[in-house]
């Protein structure tokens, strides 16, 4: 049996896989390889859709990454779904009585194959061209086919509290996650980093003592108190390090070689 059989490392993206200028470096891509080549499972459990990350080299994930915070588990090494708890029906209501309440609000709708936006404003159209996703403008919550990897909402600050308390109140199929700047993501009640991370591991057969984690950031929280251990970069939000079992270097210098280097020693 393999040192690393059976373990299951998943990542976040941007400020712990990747370093401030956006790079992967070599010595967390041999670190990740060597944790592959002792049968260990390396992937990918970011916020960003499908959409936002299809233009990047995938290749150094040997098991299905987590979009979407943990809605779509997605192989890239068979092109297919692992699963997919995304929102259904229920979230054309939501979208519906958003845009009545908050018509100022732009909505972006994230089915697998496109993209929708209610109320196309400049910082949303920046959200889709940022990221190379082509987008489709609508006023009709009914044309965008369903399920959804979720929903995102973009706020002002005069807002962001107000739409959070209507949509606690009003919404009990849903949940939602602020997240930084002002925008409000919307998922499928019940899903969250956590929740994919272990549905993730079942899948795999990969025992939850086994599965861990690394993350960075609020949306990080959830998976990594899921996780048989978190790591977590020292230059992380104080959040995530108030939920870290492990701190490990920054993600500038080698952060994920770091947790790879602690699970060496573990296993």
């Known amino acids: 049996m393999k040192k690393f059989e059976k373990v299951l490392l998943a990542s976040d993206f941007d400020g712990t896989l990747k370093d401030d200028n956006g790079t992967i470096t070599k010595d967390v891509l041999d670190a990740i390889k060597y944790f592959q080549d002792n049968g260990g499972y390396f992937t990918l459990a970011t916020g960003r859709t499908f959409q936002g990350l299809r233009l990047y080299d995938n290749s150094i994930y040997n098991a299905p990454a987590l979009f979407a915070n943990g809605a779509l588990a997605y192989d890239f090494c068979s092109s297919s779904i692992a699963f997919l708890d995304g929102i259904g029906e229920e979230g054309r209501d939501v979208v519906r009585r958003l845009h009545e309440e908050f018509p100022d609000i732009s909505i972006e709708m994230y089915p697998l194959g496109a993209t929708y936006a209610i109320n196309l404003t400049d910082k949303t159209q920046r959200h889709f061209t940022d990221q190379g996703i082509t987008f489709n403008v609508t006023e009709n919550p009914d044309e965008v ?43 499928k009640k019940g899903v969250n980093k956590g929740s994919g991370l272990l549905k993730l591991a079942d899948f795999l057969g990969v025992p939850h003592n086994r599965a861990y984690a690394a993350g ?52």
């Open 145 to 187: 086919p369903v399920p959804w990897q979720k929903a995102m909402l973009g706020c002002n600050k005069d807002n962001t509290l107000k739409i959070q308390r209507f949509l606690a109140k009003n919404f009990t199929e849903t949940t939602y996650l602020p997240t930084s700047g002002t925008f409000i993501e919307v998922l």
């Open 216 to 267: 960075d950031g609020y949306n990080d929280i959830d998976m990594l108190r899921a996780a048989a251990a978190a790591f977590v970069p020292c230059n992380s939000d104080k959040e995530a390090i108030a939920a870290a079992t492990h701190i490990v270097r920054s993600n500038n210098d080698g952060a994920i070689a770091n947790a790879i280097e602690i699970l060496d020693g573990i296993y």
